[in-house]
């Protein structure tokens, strides 16, 4: 290891020579010491751990083998399935793009950003090498979910005149993916003996290339 030193890549393990052994803590320094190269960029680099045991001693020894190599860059995005959603709907969603340095923790973000979108029912991620040694290609196949939603009923309530019957209707309906685009339409109209009421509503969750959602609503009520 020359790339991290001794000292910071032992801290990663939470046990002392003398400690009572536990794999438990053990894996997770080991996950830990290989997450430190992951983090920054260094996809590439081999982490094996060997045990050598001495029984009459009781005891355990763990050596660590590092074959380092060079930061790893990304080389393509490449996307499969989103035969509605927009290509730019998922890009905007990621945390790096072509060129980057790969980096382990911004990539699992943003596989969680994209599974909040709701647009998906499925993603299946894969990282294979690029062109050349040191280039990667990140590749998201997606399953597509429906993002339509609509509600219908009816409702009683008491109304003022004894005469009315006290019933009213009503029909909702909202598409999370407007036509791919990521944008959210949704109307509703309500009908009763003494009111009816009709409302639309827009919104854009990305506006001026940013995620800040920007929406209006119309409403009419005789």
Same mark, same amino acid.
């Given at each position: 290891?020359?790339?991290?030193?001794?000292? =910071?890549?032992?801290?990663?393990?939470? $046990?002392?020579?003398?400690?009572?052994?536990? /794999?438990?803590? /053990?894996?997770?320094?080991?996950?830990?010491? +290989?997450? $430190?190269?992951?983090?920054?960029?260094?996809?590439?680099?081999?982490? #094996?751990?060997?045990? !050598?045991?001495? #029984?009459?001693?009781?005891?355990?020894?763990?050596?660590?083998?590092?074959?380092?190599?060079?930061? *790893?860059?990304?080389?393509?995005?490449?996307?499969?399935?989103?035969?509605?959603?927009?290509?730019?709907?998922?890009?905007? =969603? &990621?945390?790096?793009?072509?060129?980057?340095?790969?980096?382990?923790?911004?990539?699992?973000?943003?596989?969680?950003?994209?599974?909040? &979108?709701?647009?998906? *029912?499925?993603? !299946?991620?894969? !990282?294979? %090498?690029?062109?050349?040694?040191?280039? /990667?290609?990140?590749?998201?196949?997606?399953? =597509?979910?429906?993002?339509?939603?609509?509600? @219908?009923?009816?409702?009683?309530?008491? !109304? +003022?005149? +004894?005469?009315? @019957?006290? $019933?009213?209707?009503?029909?909702?309906?909202? =598409?999370?993916? &407007?036509?791919?685009?990521?944008? #959210?339409?949704?109307?509703?109209?309500?009908?009763?003996?003494?009111?009816?009421? +009709?409302?639309?509503?827009?919104? #854009?969750?990305?506006? /001026?290339?940013? %995620?800040?959602?920007?929406?209006?609503?119309?409403?009419?009520?005789?």
């Amino acid at each position: 290891n020359r790339i991290f030193s001794k000292e =910071e890549l032992e801290a990663k393990v939470k $046990m002392l020579e003398g400690d009572i052994f536990n /794999l438990k803590k /053990l894996e997770a320094g080991y996950s830990a010491i +290989a997450d $430190m190269y992951f983090e920054n960029g260094y996809s590439s680099t081999q982490i #094996e751990k060997k045990d !050598v045991v001495d #029984e009459g001693a009781r005891s355990i020894k763990y050596e660590v083998k590092i074959q380092e190599s060079k930061r *790893s860059h990304i080389e393509n995005i490449i996307l499969k399935g989103n035969t509605k959603t927009k290509d730019h709907v998922i890009l905007r =969603e &990621l945390l790096f793009s072509n060129g980057d340095v790969f980096s382990k923790k911004r990539f699992l973000n943003s596989l969680r950003n994209i599974y909040n &979108l709701r647009y998906f *029912s499925s993603i !299946v991620p894969d !990282v294979k %090498p690029g062109s050349e040694a040191g280039l /990667l290609d990140v590749i998201l196949n997606v399953e =597509e979910t429906s993002t339509a939603n609509i509600q @219908f009923g009816i409702t009683f309530s008491g !109304v +003022a005149d +004894a005469n009315t @019957f006290p $019933m009213s209707v009503f029909v909702q309906w909202e =598409e999370r993916n &407007l036509l791919g685009s990521g944008s #959210e339409l949704s109307a509703n109209v309500t009908a009763g003996p003494d009111k009816q009421s +009709a409302t639309l509503g827009y919104t #854009e969750n990305w506006f /001026l290339g940013i %995620p800040l959602g920007v929406g209006f609503e119309l409403s009419a009520t005789h």
